[in-house]
Every structure is written in C-alpha cells, then in structure tokens.
C-alpha cells in the first residue's frame, strides 16, 4: 500500500475554484490509476475521477464533467484534481485513492489506498 495525504480543502461560494492535491509516499504511485472520490453528509462515498498511470486517460462522473480537471505529477508523487464552477452539491469530503490494479473504475472497493480526506464546503 501506499500513504496519501490530500490538502487543498475550504470553503468557497458557489461559482468559485478550489484545488485539491494528494501526496503519495511509502508505496508505489506512479504505475497505478489514481482516483478522487466524494463522500456528503449522508451520503455514499461516489466516484468524481480516475487517471491512469501514463495520464493518457482520464474518466469523469457526469456530474463533474467539464467543470473539475484531473491530472498527476508522477516525478513528485501527486495528483490532483481543479475544481472550477463549485455547486453547493459538491459539498463534501474528497478522498484520493490507489487503484489495487490497471483497469481504471469507479467501483471504491477496487481500490486499496485511501487518504484521510479533505472537507470540501460551497456556499450558495
């Protein structure tokens, strides 16, 4: 396995930008598919993204699309995911994680690293 750390977090009113970043250390990052999820009060934990390790693909939740960016820096360990246009809706706590394999998904329990999240707020 491997340690993420995801900072970046705030709070921001609708319409605005944040940019969260995930720091890897202790384990293998850079040949795996990285992904960001979300997780709001009450609610599942839902896929946002997923890049894969060469970052030549890259999915979206439709309800992301177009407004967040995913990308990675493989030289120093990181991900990270621009969020531009902020909904209230996209209030919650984001994760980053280590896919456990190649195949990129949206499926939480395919992947084995989790950080510890970062809060998320919009106001409206």
């Known amino acids: 396995q491997v340690q993420l750390v995801e900072s970046g977090g705030g709070l921001v009113q609708a319409g605005g930008s944040l940019r969260l970043s995930c720091a890897a250390s202790?384990?293998?990052?850079?040949?795996?598919?990285m992904g960001w999820f979300r997780q709001g009060p009450g609610k599942e934990r839902e896929f946002v993204a997923v890049?894969?390790?060469?970052?030549?693909?890259?999915y979206y939740a439709d309800s992301v699309k177009g407004r967040f960016t995913i990308s990675r820096n493989n030289a120093r360990n990181t991900v990270s995911l621009q969020m531009n246009s902020l909904k209230p809706e996209d209030t919650a706590v984001y994760y980053c994680?280590?896919?456990?394999?190649?195949?990129?998904?949206?499926?939480?329990?395919?992947?084995?690293?989790w950080g510890q999240g970062t809060q998320v707020t919009v106001s409206s």
């Open positions: 994680a280590r896919s456990r394999g190649q195949t990129l998904t949206a499926t939480p329990t395919d992947y084995d690293s």
């Open positions: 202790g384990g293998t990052f850079s040949s795996y598919p």
């Open positions: 890049i894969s390790w060469t970052g030549g693909t890259i």
